[in-house]
């Protein structure tokens, strides 16, 4: 086909702006002319990219061209897929530049390469032969030859080939590909629909900056703490993003290909010294994003992100052009206040998580595990909730734990937790290995890492059967303090394994446990426990303690029977706690300590001689606990009451008493009907031991003085005297607090005043913190073991002041219908809390408001009362001086009739009005137009009446009015009779 006819090229869609007619290129006459009938795939029509083209290099002689690898794979490329075409070309339809000025050429490059990869046109080695992948064509030619490529490979169909586009000059080209049929000179040409192909300047070859390349650069967050990472992301989705390669990984190629030339840097005094090489990110819809690791912003400061592009494909990344605009963006990084980590530690699980010295044993078969890692702060305990704590996992089984956390680095293994009110930031991980084996796991804040000074140390958590571990006797000291004369004793126990929970011994274990010492034999283990009765050859005397050995494998344990007197105890003595001390300890939130409070006494008989081993039941009140030892233990808890024995001579030893009220407490020895009773003095709680702080809301007038007040207790509830407590308040525009560093008396209370501007209205939000307290809010953890549950403490809260005119408001029933003695009126309304409000009525015809009753508002204000009405009734509420807006409660009276057919025309009718009270009845029938009164009568003192009129005969329809004093009218069902 002659390039130079006068036939059309162009289809008529295609037909813009800066479509070029010169040389001799007209336009199609009609539209049956061409066909646009060239099947293209995909089937986009308007592509965006940049102008790689800028970076072409001859090869060899001047019609063949390099483009760099980079740069070629990212740009755009078709397919024509349709069948049957004998000559295929592209033609360019026209070219409008984007800077303004039109340069002296603008080349389009193209070049084809076989379907299939990921690759574009590939650079060939310089060997001086014309064999570059790439053409070109001028879409700035005279003629449409000049504009029209060479013929291209005629594969077509599903496998045809891609061809690649790409342009040296920025600005938009409308290009569309022709075949010229089978016969030239002919009007059979076929032609695709047009292609806009917009071309962002990567080279600055352009003046401006309205069309450079220059992608939208955000970050996630605009300030975040130290240690927390900073995601930056590249915007790229107004981009050109898929073309006939298709998908790889669920991204398309050519966006794929693009992402590897846009570069993200970040730099500033948050990352610390020096500058942070531009990388490519990590593609995703569009957008390319890099974030950095935790623990990366590492100090405070500001973090620039910027964009960049390799606009020449030397793998380098280049700066975006001059004055493009959105290409970067800030973070601000401050601290978080938290300066260490003191405590990183697995909860512990009786029988299957046991906590060591950064060490977590945990029992095979037990997959999650609940880590907490507690944050601190300087100087006081504040400041420590919704902090980010980083959790990662390493180590053998790291691969397979699955955590509750928010991943922030998959790569890594690193998790995210925020800390509760206490600084307790806590995350399960679950490991799914097979076999678990063994993991890691370290904490972070705010730059603050396990295993860094004045931090916890890291976790190996380490998974393993159950194996045995100790011995235990089960049998209470009751049970092994027999009275002389008990002819056997029998003796329990238990194997226990290295979780604390029971051992069952299996396989090949042994299923005997060895008895030594005052006997000698085996006996049985059986699902872990064993019993041994031991009964002595020689019978013992009161005093005489006796030694079993009980051995299992390598582990043994001691049970000493103790033969007590068979006398009966005449008194007993209890000279620690002595009575009338003072100044007993108190017990504080660090782990329990006895302080020298071991019980001391003596089980006497009647002649003042001890008595061995007898049985000793100690006693206190609230706040006051027993153990068996001086550091209470889950083998030795805290109990209230403690069942001990003395003796060989009589004396009381191995029982510590333990103080958690202040006060005076009665701590009492019981043995048999004997008794002895220290009472003592228990010191106050110190000024530092605030624990809890609470502080009640106010409310009152604008201009009123307010009593704002709290109370500081320890971890037991003791009130804290000399606590140091701070006020602050927001706004400051409503009012001001008259003190704000306030210290509490012995009763642990703090107050001031509020003043309040006599035209100010608002809440006001006032925060009191104790701020001489410890830096630690969390009980330790050996009062849980022991088995006395604290709570943590929480020493900043808020309360409220409610500054606004009291307004006593009032609504009421809308509108009842009355029964036989009126209705009940519901009201209710709003005045200051814990007043008396006022109620008045006025019924209908009435002249003067009259007292019905008085109501007290509750503690939110709020009020509410029933009154009995037999007339429309108007209200108001009257409190401290004030009048609420009148309300009506509307009453509406109710009717009844019946009917009897007397015969004759006549019928007897009947009815009965609400309320009970003298009224009129007004009787009608009901026909088409104007319904006739048949008799209006005057109702009894109970609101009835009968009559009897005349009607024509057969069927009527009657009703009745009833009007009553104060009451709105009532229309009875319209009631059809046959008269007869």
Partial sequence: MNLQSKKARIPIAALGVTALCSSGLGIFASAAQAAVSITLSPGTTSVTTANYGDAAVT?????????????????????????????????????????????????????????????????????????????????LGATEADRTTASLPLTSGANADNIFFTAQQPGTYKMHFLDSGAQAGTDDDNTSPTITLTVKDATTQSAGNTDDVA?????????????????????????????????????????????????????????????NTPTVGTWKDGKSSRTTAVNGTNAAGTVTATATFDRDGDGTPDALPAGAVG??????????????????????????????????SVKAGTKAITYKATVANSGTATDIANKNVYFTVAGADAANVTTSGTTVDAAN??????????????????????????????????????????????LTTTYAAAAIDAVKITSSSADLTPTVGTASVTVKGKLVD?????????????????????????????????????????????????????????????AVINWASSAAAASITLTTPADKATGQTLQTSASPANNGLAIAGTVLDASNAGLAFKGVKLTGGEGVWFSKSATPDADSPLVESLDTVANGSGALTGAYVFF??????????????????????????????????????????????????????????????NATVTLSQEPTTIGSLAATNLTTNAAGVFSTTFVSGSNAKGDVDVTAEITNNAATLTPNAAWKTAGVTLKDGVDKVESTIAVARAELT??????????PKGASAKLSGTFTPNSTVDIYAKASGELAYQWTDSVKTDDEGEWGAEVQINKSTRFIAKANGLSSPSTETQLWADVILTAKALGKGKVELFANGDPNVKGTLSFYRSIAGTDPLLKKITASDFGS????????????????????????????????ITVK
Wanted: a neutral charge; hydrophobic letters at 35%.
């Fill in 413 to 458: 293994r690193i998790y995210s937790a925020t800390t509760d009110a206490s600084g307790v930031a806590t995350i399960t991980l679950t490991d799914n290995a097979a076999t678990p084996s063994t993991y890691t796991v370290a904490a972070s804040s705010n730059g603050q890492a396990s295993g860094g000074a004045g931090n916890a140390v890291s």
């Fill in 660 to 721: 958690t009220k202040a006060g005076e407490h009665k701590v009492t020895a019981t043995s048999g009907s004997a008794t002895a009773t220290s009472t003592v003095t228990v010191s106050a709680p110190v000024a530092t031991a605030g624990w809890n702080v609470e502080m009640a809301d106010a409310s009152g007038d604008p201009g009123s003085t307010l009593i704002v007040s709290g109370k500081v207790t320890d971890v037991f509830g003791n009130a804290v005297q």
């Fill in 327 to 360: 290409t970067t963006a800030t973070t601000t990084v401050a601290s978080t206040g938290v300066t260490s980590i003191p405590k990183l530690e697995a909860t512990a699980v009786t029988g299957a998580v046991v906590n060591g010295a950064g060490t977590v």
């Fill in 810 to 819: 009032l609504s009421s029933s809308g509108k009842l219908v009355s029964g």
């Fill in 59 to 139: 090869q060899g002689a001047a019609s063949s061209f390099n483009i760099p690898a980079p740069l070629s794979n990212a740009t755009y490329a078709t397919r024509v897929t349709s069948t049957g075409l004998t000559s295929l070309k592209v033609v360019v339809e026209s070219f409008t530049p984007s800077g303004g000025a039109t340069p002296a050429d603008a080349y389009v490059y193209y070049g084809t390469r076989v379907t299939g990869g990921t690759l574009g046109l590939g650079p060939v080695p310089a060997s001086g032969a014309d064999n570059g992948p790439w053409s070109r064509i001028n879409a």
């Fill in 215 to 275: 992608p939208t650069v955000t970050t996630n967050k605009a300030s975040v703490g130290v240690g927390d990472p900073i995601t930056a992301t590249a915007d790229l989705s107004a981009w050109t993003l898929t073309d006939s390669r298709g998908t790889s990984d669920g991204a398309g190629v050519l966006g794929s290909q693009l992402n590897k030339l846009v570069g993200i840097g970040l730099a500033g005094a948050g990352l610390g010294a020096g500058a």
């Fill in 498 to 558: 290295q979780f604390g929970a029971d051992y069952k011994p299996s396989g090949n274990d042994s299923l005997q446990v060895a008895v030594s010492g005052a006997a000698t034999a085996n006996t049985p283990v059986t699902d872990g426990t064993f019993s041994y009765t031991y009964t002595p050859t020689t019978p013992p005397t009161a005093g005489t303690p006796q030694t079993l050995t009980f051995t299992y494998g390598a582990k043994t344990v001691n």
């Fill in 945 to 976: 009446g009968k009559t009897i009129v005349p009607l024509p005969k057969g069927g009527r329809s009657v009703y009745v009015v009833y009007k009553a004093p104060g009451v709105g009218a009532a229309q009875s069902k319209t009631l059809k």
